[in-house]
Nanobody
Framework: QVQLVESGGGYVQPGGSLRLSCAASGFAFSNSHMSWLRQTPGKGLELIAYIKNDGKTTSYAASVKGRFTISRDNAKNMLFLQMDGVKFEDTAVYYC????????RGQGTMVTVSS
């Protein structure tokens, strides 16, 4: 079955960087467009980054554009999110998903931006 396992979350100071990873299995990853979502307390899921299956086309939510970079390694069935210049408002649980989601998705990885 489809399995998505996010990792790489943790604590980071404002202005810092973090790299999230997502290990995918159970489906044809190289044929699938993928996304990163995030959820904060009291808010719904937000689609923040999207990448087509070939890795050549990406798009971002205005809230992260210019700071976050989505990428993938189809040979390893891996999806990544490079987070630079993080802000307090980036504190959230981050999920990877097939297509634009919101399902399927993994258990998520928590990112806390704190000074």
């Amino acid at each position: 079955q489809v399995q998505l396992v996010e990792s790489g979350g943790g604590y980071v100071q404002p202005g810092g960087s973090l790299r999230l990873s997502c290990a995918a299995s159970g489906f044809a990853f190289s044929n699938s467009h993928m996304s990163w979502l995030r959820q904060t307390p009291g808010k719904g899921l937000e689609l923040i980054a999207y990448i087509k299956n070939d890795g050549k086309t990406t798009s971002y939510a205005a809230s992260v554009k210019g700071r976050f970079t989505i990428s993938r390694d189809n040979a390893k069935n891996m999806l990544f999110l490079q987070m630079d210049g993080v802000k307090f408002e980036d504190t959230a649980v981050y999920y990877c998903t097939e297509g634009m989601g919101p399902t399927p998705r993994g258990q998520g990885t928590m990112v806390t931006v704190s000074s």
